[in-house]
């Protein structure tokens, strides 16, 4: 018996796997295709082919902009377009790319659902050009929490009113989505999922563990406001001279000058953007992982970075700002430490505990490592294989009840 037909829509794809371009989408759509047939209709970016089986994954890419100049999708959209005013120009041609190429998928791919990652501009243009095909939209945070104007949320409604099923990272998202006029039954909180490896138990996480030097702190994220780098740095320069550490801040993005020049004087390094071996090796050098995201002055935040997931399958010592979708993640004291968003001082005397206290960090990291299991991507591809199937079905009775 054929299996369904999938659509999957995003914007964030990696240009080969494993290079250290978010791989969230990526990762559940080859989950996914355990039970779907699956298409991924994305963005080209630079290094990308405009046709690849990834798997048992169909990718297809569509162009939008002269290829010397089509980098709009080269990681997030909404910081590209702050970092460099002239990728407005692309917008507009990405907009358009991407209805057109939408378009033909659907008629040619013919899929029984659609799984629409972003409420904008993926909803959108999945409500225009393909307004019968069940849908399940998914919004990792930023498309809620960011672009909030009265004209915003009206699209955001009618995209939003339109999806069979919504889901998001954390109840706070959640409850945006009703607001905005989701019903309570027909959203619900699923976050991605993470790679889970061998590393089960404490002793093998610290057999792999790199012990050379001081203990290291580190970071990984886009280098943009909403993840907090600043206040880190501001916490690691009040940390008393007593203590021998190393930081690493492992990522890349707009605010990346300006880190390194209020970084300067400290012992740490930046990274750049890691791919995936690169991560893999930087979480085991690291004692520490702290993820100090903040609320922006745009009003964007993380919704669950997979970053987070991702440090608990390493089995990381964790700590995490006070933030919906963070702090739902982390059980404070058993698989991570929590602090107080924005408050340099607080997370200071988090990192100082932690440094002083080798003994806490193991049993941290072996609560970190029990966290993982509940975050896996096969747990999660199932759950979300397993909502889409629901969709399918209620369309289907749906269908038998009209007249």
């Not at 033909?104 to 959108?124: K, L, N, T």
């Not at 990381?316 to 924005?342: K, R, Y």
């Amino acid at each position: 018996m054929a299996r369904p037909r999938l659509l999957v829509l995003a914007s964030t794809w990696p240009a080969v796997p494993e290079d250290g371009t978010p791989s969230f989408v990526r990762d559940l759509a080859l989950q996914e295709a355990s039970d779907f047939e699956v298409l991924a209709l994305v963005p080209r970016v630079p290094g990308s082919a405009a046709r690849e089986h990834d798997g048992p994954l169909r990718v297809l890419r569509y162009r939008f902009f002269p290829k010397r100049w089509e980098d709009l999708a080269d990681g997030a959209i909404l910081e590209n377009l702050r970092r460099r005013r002239s990728r407005w120009l692309q917008l507009p041609f990405f907009l358009l790319g991407q209805t057109i190429a939408t378009a033909r998928a659907v008629r040619s791919f013919r899929p029984d659902v659609i799984h629409v990652h972003w409420i904008i501009p993926q909803g959108i243009v999945a409500r225009l050009v393909a307004p019968g095909v069940p849908k399940l939209l998914t919004s990792p945070g930023g498309d809620l929490y960011a672009l909030d104007s009265p004209l915003m949320r009206r699209v955001k409604r009618w995209v939003l009113g339109e999806a069979d099923r919504v889901t998001v990272m954390n109840r706070d998202m959640m409850q945006r989505a009703i607001t905005l006029g989701v019903a309570p039954d027909h959203v619900q909180v699923l976050p991605m999922g993470t790679r889970v490896g061998t590393t089960t138990d404490l002793e093998t996480a610290e057999a792999v563990r790199d012990r050379t030097g001081p203990p290291r702190v580190f970071f990984v994220g886009r280098l943009v406001e909403k993840k907090g780098v600043h206040v880190l740095i501001e916490a690691l320069r009040l940390l008393p001279s007593r203590l021998d550490w190393t930081a690493e801040i492992g990522g890349d993005g707009p605010l990346r000058a300006a880190l390194e020049a209020q970084a300067a004087g400290l012992p740490i390094g930046f990274l750049g953007q890691l791919d995936r071996p690169a991560l893999d090796a930087a979480f085991r050098r690291s004692d520490i992982v702290v993820f100090p995201s903040v609320l922006s002055t745009s009003g964007d935040q993380d919704g669950l970075p997979v970053a987070i997931l991702d440090a608990f399958a390493a089995g990381a010592c964790v700590v995490v700002s006070d933030l919906p979708g963070l702090n739902e993640a982390v059980d404070d004291g058993s698989s991570g430490v929590i602090v107080p968003s924005d408050d340099a001082a607080a997370l200071t005397a988090a990192i100082e505990r932690l440094l002083d206290d080798p003994a806490r960090r193991s049993r941290l990291q072996a609560g970190a490592l029990a966290r993982a299991d509940d975050y896996s991507l096969e747990t999660a591809g199932e759950l979300y294989s397993a909502l889409l199937h629901d969709i399918l079905a209620a369309r289907e009775a749906a269908g038998r009840q009209s007249p």
